[in-house]
């Protein structure tokens, strides 16, 4: 059996067990069904870099997010889990209309309104 012989809901259920941001990052772009599902407004309307540590590999890897993924995905993220050190980085895109909530790594709430 192949993964993409599962349906879509099961597809979904395990993707939500893992990081939405390694799943964004490993499976985007890679066939049409795991864009589908990858970009799932569950998916997407949190997603957390908390777990990202800052070093030359994950700026690369998180720029790339940041030009390629977030383009994709934008519409649906209202919170972003994100340390200090990506902030500004992420807000530069000026992509995340319905952006309410930032959370950093101390989980301290930082909400916004439209």
């Not at 990202?52 to 700026?59: A, D, F, M, Q």
């Not at 993924?69 to 972003?80: S, T, V």
Request: proline fraction near 2%.
């Amino acid at each position: 059996m192949n993964i993409l012989d599962l349906s879509y809901e099961i597809l979904l259920y395990i993707f939500k067990k893992l990081q939405n941001f390694d799943v964004l990052h490993s499976l985007l772009g890679s066939n049409r069904k795991l864009d589908a599902i990858v970009c799932d407004r569950i998916l997407t309307q949190s997603i957390d870099f908390t777990r990202l540590v800052s070093n030359e590999k994950t700026k690369k890897i998180f720029d790339e997010f940041c030009a390629q993924i977030l383009p994709r995905i934008h519409r649906n993220i209202q919170c972003l889990k994100i340390d200090p050190c990506w902030l500004e980085s992420i807000l530069d895109t000026r992509q995340l209309n319905n952006l309410h909530r930032l959370q950093d790594r101390k989980s301290t709430r930082l909400n916004s309104s439209h």
